[in-house]
């Protein structure tokens, strides 16, 4: 296989049905098309006690100099009902200038555009004037557990450090170089379980019903916006995702009622401000409750500086589009990686992700490629 080739590698990587945690055969496929640009590949296998153990790559061209790092992930969601989708979803068509698979966009696309664009510098005889490091995972659409957590762990307890890094998600909403994320929003769960004393409805004096308790508490928390948006980031969300008793019998007062809701904060908050504004609004309510809070991520943001600007310039000049700056959407592994070094996201458009028939243009393939390439001649003479 070409590796300067983004639509060929990208094909070879869809054919690997990888959806998490299966590898499937994608990292190989990576590893067999950097080992000959001059990478030194490591894969790295990880497993936690109750959960599926995790294929994961690190792949690292020179020794000195900053450690730019390109990462991204090769798992992907299920395909869904395959008879919703017009072609083969692990097949790699290329019908009418788009490439159509389960991960084209999101983003496997993106790893063949990263890996193409550093075998076009090389064989363009320009080395990088440092390192250039991939971080691949199998596990970033799943808990994330096995993945890019512990790949970092596993750099520091080296001594290997990351100066820079790009995230490869699809970041563009329409059109390519319209958007850089430089930061999320934090994810945390929070299950809420209200107390009372079961008993008959015909005597509801008898009992305690929890009910009406639970329903003034839910609106206590929906009632009114967490915040109006920081300068950088939208208003923080709450939305409930369940509500549930489980009281099979219409003569019977429950002895609980349970509700789960997720909020999406920015930077005003942090878990244990919303822990505390949330049993600040329950205690007001009264009665005995119960609230587990779990967080998935922290809001972080990369301020804009060198690395940002050094991929929006990048952007533009292949686009003609100067991206937005954005904060925008759900999760990624930069999460994880903002604790180690600037980080920022700039991929494919993301309008067909986890969709049926996804696909990329080729020409978007070809201009991110070309994206990527610019950025690793900048980026070693720009950082600080």
Known sequence: MNPTDPVALAQALIRCPSVTPEDAGALGVLEAALTPLGFTCHRLRFEEPGTAPVENLYARLGTGGKNVCFAGHTDVVPPGDLKAWSVDPFGGAVLNGKLYGRGAADMKGAVAAFVAAVARELEAGRPPQGSVSLLITGDEEGVAVNGTKKVLD???????????????????????????????????????????????????????????????????????????????????????????????????????????????????????????????????????????????????????????????????????????????????????????????????????????????????????TDIYGAILRDVFARLP
């Open 154 to 368: 596993w750099l520091k307890a080296r001594g290997e450090r990351l100066d820079a890094c790009v995230v490869g998600e699809p970041t563009n909403p329409a059109k390519l170089g319209d958007m850089i994320k430089i930061g999320r929003r934090g994810s945390t769960t929070g299950r809420l379980t209200v107390y009372g004393a079961q008993g008959h409805t015909a005597y509801p004096h008898l009992a305690d019903n929890p009910l009406p308790r639970l329903a003034r508490m839910l609106v206590a928390i929906t009632g009114e916006p967490l915040d109006e948006g920081t300068e950088h980031f939208q208003a923080s969300t709450l939305a409930l995702t369940t509500v549930d008793v489980g009281n099979p019998a219409t003569n019977v007062i429950p002895a609980q009622g349970a509700a789960v809701f997720n909020i999406r904060f920015n930077d005003a908050h942090t878990p244990a401000s919303i822990e505390a504004w949330l049993r600040g609004k329950f205690d007001s309510v009264g009665g005995a409750y119960e609230l587990v809070m779990s967080t998935s991520g922290e809001s972080f943001l990369t301020p804009p500086g060198p690395l940002t600007e050094l991929v929006a310039e990048a952007a533009e000049t292949v686009t003609g589009r100067r991206p937005e700056y954005s904060t925008t959407g759900g999760t990624s592994d930069a999460r994880f990686i903002k604790d180690h070094c600037p980080v920022v996201e700039f991929g494919l458009v993301g309008q067909t992700m986890h969709k049926v028939d996804e696909h990329v243009a080729l020409d978007d393939l070809a201009g991110l």
